[in-house]
């Protein structure tokens, strides 16, 4: 097959900003297995648990000592949420196009927002923003969207589809640090700044959800988790029990979450 110059140049810009990567590798210790039922679950900034069964939500403190929850039956499963934000938590509700702001103390933060009535049909991904309001990914345009808290389109992305050359799966999206952080399987990460401008692709790769905390970027790849250092380009490889299934993973100050078997199993890194 023969490559045209522009692929020729994305190849070689992906291998010199490989080269750039160094390995290292560390271990985990187990500290405690706690029973844990329900599809998926986040931690947020302070270190409170939220727990998603089907269309429940419920909030257990750093103790995992349950606080209160919140449960939705009129918009289907939860299949997303987001808890940058402990005063602003975000719920998607893909089958239904709804997005759904609660507070701290998971009371609804105005009504439910109806995607379908602001022309958006095909909504792929949902995270908040610290600027108020919050993006979607539009499948139908291939573009970020920004949202603000009037719900008024303000920025939105090229089509991403032309910057991955071609057709694109994203699974994961978030805002930190006033950068979009966009996971596109067998794509690698695409970077975008506030304003929806494209940044950068690094070279990384995950089917998994994606986490940044300050300046390092985590995400599964072949039953390790990876911590990619976004200044220095380091990359730190901690290898996971291959006997468990994992269906969530969350790392908090130092630990890892695994959520596996309807068991929450607490691991601490060792550096």
């Known amino acids: 097959m023969i490559l045209n110059h522009k692929k020729t140049l994305n190849y070689f810009i992906f291998w010199i900003f490989s080269t750039w990567i160094q390995t290292n590798q560390e ?8 029973p844990f039922t329900g599809n998926f679950f986040e931690i947020d900034q302070l270190g409170n648990f939220y727990l998603i ?7 257990y403190s750093p103790n995992l000592v349950k606080k209160q929850q919140y449960t939705n039956n009129f918009s289907g499963k939860v299949t997303h949420i987001d808890v940058n934000d402990p005063l602003r938590i975000l719920l998607f509700y893909k089958d239904f196009n709804q997005v759904v702001f609660l507070d701290r103390a998971l009371s609804l933060l105005g009504s439910p927002v ?7 049909t095909n909504v792929a991904l949902v995270c908040s923003s610290n600027s108020g309001g919050f993006w979607l990914f539009n499948n139908d ?10 719900l008024q389109v303000i920025y939105q992305s090229p089509d991403i589809r032309l910057l991955a050359d071609g057709e694109i799966s994203p699974s994961h999206m978030i805002e930190r640090n006033q950068k979009v952080y ?3 399987s067998h794509k690698g990460i695409f970077i ?14 995950s089917d998994y959800e994606i986490g940044v905390t300050g300046s390092t970027l985590q995400f599964i790849k072949e039953g390790s988790v990876n911590l990619y250092q976004l200044k220095t380009h380091q990359q730190n490889i901690i290898p996971l029990p291959k006997h468990l299934e994992i269906k969530d993973l ?10 596996s078997d309807n068991k929450l199993f607490i691991y601490k890194i060792i550096n």
Request: net charge negative; no cysteine; glycine share 6%.
């Open 114 to 120: 109806d995607l379908d009535q602001l022309g958006f």
């Open 27 to 34: 271990q985990i210790e187990l500290m405690e297995t706690i």
């Open 53 to 59: 069964n089907s269309n429940t939500l419920v909030q």
């Open 250 to 259: 969350e790392i908090y100050q130092n630990k890892i979450f695994i959520f």
């Open 182 to 184: 966009l996971n596109l």
């Open 141 to 150: 345009t291939g573009q970020l969207v920004y949202l603000n808290k009037d």
């Open 192 to 205: 975008f700044n506030q304003y929806g401008g494209f940044e950068v692709k690094l070279p990384v790769f």
